[in-house]
Every structure is written in structure tokens, then in C-alpha cells.
């Protein structure tokens, strides 16, 4: 069964942080790669970061440095951690799985999608 559930979204200053979780079901979890999107009103999803079952990892420019992808293989979930956020992170972000070439962070890489945790971050 194919499962992707986000938590720990919500709402902070700037200059903060959060960690977003993302539970998955087996299956799910051993996809080749898995990732975070995230999806701005009136904006198209864009890729945030992806991780792949070697562990090697991808960023988008606008959050190296920032964000910090990781996941608990013992617990089947991936996690995102985002220290320094600006309100221009806001948006609703959406966990992922996909193939082997989802380090690209092209959506099209993706088969499997969470429903997604909003996260808002005020001046």
C-alpha cells in the first residue's frame, strides 16, 4: 500500500525553524529516491530537496545552506529541516517517492505523493 504522511508544519517568524516529517509505508520507502516539494499559492510545485537509498542528497539554490534533508531508515521516514526561514518559504510542502533519477528534483521523477503540510512563516 502506498502511503506518504506529512507532519510538523506550521507557522513561525523568520529567522526560524521546523522540521517536517514524512511517514511512509514500506513499500513507499523503497523507492529509489524520495523527496520534498513544495507548492506557493498561485505558484507551480517546485522541487526542495531529494534523497536518494545511498543517501546522497540534492538541493534546490534557493534553500542550500538552509534546508537539510534526512531520513530514519529503522522508522521508514524522511525528514526536512529548515533552519533561517523566510517568508518567501512559504507554502504547502509535499513529500515524495519516485525513481533513480529523482535527485533531478523534476516532479516527473515522482510516482507517489503525500497530501501535503503548510508551512507559513510571518516577518
Known amino acids: 500500500q502506498v502511503q506518504l504522511v506529512e507532519s510538523g508544519g506550521g507557522s513561525v517568524q523568520a529567522g526560524g525553524s521546523l522540521r517536517l516529517s514524512c511517514a511512509a509505508s514500506?513499500?513507499?520507502?523503497?523507492?529509489?529516491?524520495m523527496g520534498w516539494f513544495r507548492q506557493a499559492a498561485g505558484k507551480e510545485r517546485e522541487g526542495v530537496a531529494a534523497?536518494?537509498?545511498?543517501?546522497?542528497?540534492s538541493y534546490a539554490d534557493f534553500v542550500k545552506g538552509r534546508f537539510t534533508i534526512s531520513k530514519d531508515n529503522a522508522k521508514n521516514t524522511l525528514y526536512l529541516l529548515m533552519n533561517s526561514l523566510k517568508p518567501e518559504d512559504t507554502a504547502m510542502y509535499y513529500c515524495?517517492?519516485?525513481?533513480?533519477?529523482?535527485?533531478?528534483?523534476?516532479?516527473?521523477?515522482?510516482?507517489?505523493w503525500g497530501q501535503g503540510t503548510q508551512v507559513t512563516v510571518s516577518r
Open positions: 515524495a517517492a519516485g525513481g533513480p533519477f529523482g535527485l533531478v528534483l523534476d516532479l516527473a521523477e515522482f510516482d507517489y
Open positions: 514500506e513499500y513507499t520507502y523503497s523507492s529509489s529516491c
Open positions: 534523497i536518494d537509498s545511498d543517501g546522497a542528497t
